[in-house]
């Protein structure tokens, strides 16, 4: 079970945005996130947008830092994946 969020990469909104996902459920990941006071509209479906600004707060949290690439490989194996054309 881990928590991952890859490096603020993402701009939007005048900042960059990293991405948070469980490799084990969404369950695990909405807890995780309404325990930081993550807006819920920074939910979307599978994992939830961070601003660079709450990064550092994230992973002194708990979360592990992984490339994007392997955040979308270990979302996309745990099942837990929404494709981009299913949203």
């Known amino acids: ?8 990469m993402w701009p939007a909104h005048g900042t960059t945005w990293s991405h ?7 369950a695990e990941l909405r ?12 939910f979307d479906i599978d994992h ?3 601003p660079e600004s709450r990064y550092d ?3 002194a949290a708990g979360a592990s830092r992984v490339s994007a690439h392997e955040l979308t ?4 194996a745990s099942g837990l994946r929404v494709r981009a054309r299913d949203r």
Request: proline share 8%.
């Open 1 to 8: 079970m881990a928590l991952l969020i890859d490096p603020p």
């Open 20 to 26: 948070l996902v469980s490799d084990t459920s969404i």
């Open 31 to 42: 807890r995780f996130a309404t325990e930081l006071g993550l807006p819920s509209r920074s």
């Open 48 to 50: 939830y947008d961070v």
């Open 57 to 59: 707060e994230v992973v």
């Open 73 to 76: 490989r270990r979302l996309i």
